[in-house]
């Protein structure tokens, strides 16, 4: 099994903005990646954001911490795309950052375990799904973590890692000095709904959804509340919607199975609204509109 700095090639499933972000991240880092997803068009739009991204980064001295030799140019030429799983035979390292869906996830795993070298380490960006769970997919649930990258992940600071319950001391050593290697911070959470993060996130995220349905506030006032009162840099309903509001459904759902309590059960006002199709940011509508400059709140 690859130690940290063993970890030369690096496999990344999904190119949307999370599994962008962590290639960008990977590649800064000296790695050469594959970026794996079906949709070619995906992976267009992952490279030109990626270069915008690693451009900004570069202009404000901000790549600095990885090395002269992780320049801005020579990042983005180490990201390959491609198309199949068996293009990653060769990786270190995989981390899928794809839909947020067990059943899906968990074909993925039984695929990669066949396709990959015995010593690759399999890791998931999942934001709330059992690692436990994923690695009992695999004939190696020692080598299967979970490694949680919070958006933007060139930007935000910290990796959430998840061990299962077969997850080696090797393993967790390794993810730990890789996340490290990548300018993180590392926190570590036993295999529990949510982990840490999102199993705080989410129910203040959900109460603020109950305070704009019950008509405590306007959106603005219980965003503005949040942002100026606790110093937060986002108010909860403008979060949700930069997260994505069927991203944070599905986690309030993990949460309020896995946990059994009703305190998590998801707002009615938020499952209407990814029922109607108003996910966020992503699609122009959430509890914000972004379609015009002149949405209430910056988008
Ligand atoms: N790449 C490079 N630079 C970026 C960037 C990116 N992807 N995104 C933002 N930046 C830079 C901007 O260029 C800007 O730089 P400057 O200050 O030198 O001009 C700086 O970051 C700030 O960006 P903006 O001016 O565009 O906007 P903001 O000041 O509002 O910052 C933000 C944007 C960093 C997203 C900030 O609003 C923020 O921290 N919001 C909270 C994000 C958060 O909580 N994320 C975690 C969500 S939970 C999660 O992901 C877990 C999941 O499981 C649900």
Redesign the pocket.
Known sequence: MATASEIAAVGVIGAGQMGS?IAQLAAAAGCAVLLLDADSAALSRAVASISA?LR??AA?GQLSQFGPQTACEDSIKRIRCVSTVQDLRDADLVIEAIVENEDVKKQLFVELDEITKASAILASNT?SISITRLASATKRPSQVIGM?F???P???KLIEIIRGADTSDEVFAAVKSFSERLGKSVICSQDYPGFI??RI?MPMINEAFWALYTGVATKEDIDTGMKLGTNH??GPLQ?AD??GLD?CLS?LRVLHNGLGDNKYSPCPLLVQYVDAGRLGKKRGLGVYSYAQKSSSLKP
């Open positions: 972000g991204s900004r980064l404000k934001s949680h919070f958006n933007p060139p930007i935000m993060v999102n996130l840099p986002m979060l930069f997260i991203v986690v």
